[in-house]
């Protein structure tokens, strides 16, 4: 399977501080801790958003429309921009972005379809995960991963809205309990839109397996449904900006960063109890800002002039 190369530049600007285990069970998945770019005692955002550039087509295109204007780099830039909404207005694709950008070039883990690549206006967004990525675990066995990405102020209250999306995506309701499409819908709608460019010849079988799920017995493939969370969440790091040395600052903030995770890390599998979604493998990605609802729209920003 491809991955888009730009995917691993676009994290290593990211300091990876902690790997978490959700429970004692390794398929219940982990929670990874990042942190952002720190320049003068404070997060570099500018850096940022330079380094994000590169995989706004990544992300919002498809491989075949990447190929069909690969020798027009302006237009596929246009093309790719269209795909969002206005910056000021816009809530949550910077967290989608980030997910997009950890679950390639961290996880290894292709995108077959994206919530933005069915957009049929910049102002339409399309019920359901925010994209769906293809894991290999190994020759026959693969996880599907639907992605979900919260930036609250508040960790807590990222995670309670990002298990309750899950719960409703999984069980096909909304907060009222009222029918709505959800995970067999979405997975509709990968037969039809998946990225086929992103399979070798080696894996016609998984492959078949996507495009033909009705025809799933004649291979053997384990295939298994897993999410992935990025939970972008706000600190404050003014007191350590007054009190320490430019060298002191970072090790002060990784420290209280992964004291907090520390804190917080029995919670996760408290939630993936209270909303009954054991069995599920969970890949959580996890970074604080600085002024987040102001941060996130300034970021996107840039990276979308």
């Not at 996880?143 to 919260?150: P, R, T, V, Y």
Request: hydrophobic fraction near 35%.
């Amino acid at each position: 399977m491809k991955l888009n190369p730009n995917s691993k530049n676009a994290i290593r600007q990211f300091k990876h501080l902690k790997h978490f285990c959700i429970s004692e069970n390794k398929d219940d998945g982990c929670l990874n801790l990042f942190l952002l770019p720190i320049n003068a005692r404070q997060f570099d955002y500018s850096y940022v958003s330079e380094n994000l550039i590169e995989s706004v087509a990544d992300y919002a295109l498809s491989w075949k429309i990447k190929k069909k204007y690969r020798d027009k780099s302006m237009t596929l830039s246009k093309k790719a921009r269209e795909k969002f909404r206005e910056a000021q207005q816009n809530d949550g694709e910077l967290g989608e972005l980030l997910l997009f950008c950890f679950l390639e070039g961290y996880l290894d883990s292709p995108k077959i379809l994206t919530k933005l690549e069915l957009k049929t206006s910049n102002k339409l967004y399309v019920n359901g995960s925010d994209g769906v990525h293809l894991k290999k675990i190994s020759d026959n066995k693969y996880q599907l991963i639907f992605g979900e990405s919260k930036t609250y102020s508040d960790l807590n209250n990222a995670f309670i809205n990002a298990f309750q999306s899950i719960y409703e995506f999984v069980n096909e309701i909304n907060d009222k309990g009222q029918d709505k499409s959800g995970i067999n819908f979405e997975k509709g709608l990968i037969s039809s839109n998946i990225e086929s460019d992103i399979f070798e010849e080696d894996d016609e079988n998984i492959l078949n397996v996507l495009l033909y799920p009705e025809d799933k017995g004649n291979y053997d493939i384990t295939l298994d449904d897993a999410f992935s969370i990025f939970i972008g969440y706000e600190i404050d790091i003014e007191k350590e900006r007054r009190l320490y040395t430019n060298d002191e600052f970072a090790i002060e903030i990784e420290s209280k960063i992964i004291k907090q995770i520390d804190e917080y890390q029995s919670k996760v599998y408290e939630l993936v109890q209270r909303y009954d979604l054991i069995g599920y493998t969970f890949y959580v990605f996890l970074m604080p800002f600085t002024e987040i609802a102001e941060k996130r729209k300034d970021i996107l920003k840039q990276v979308l002039e």
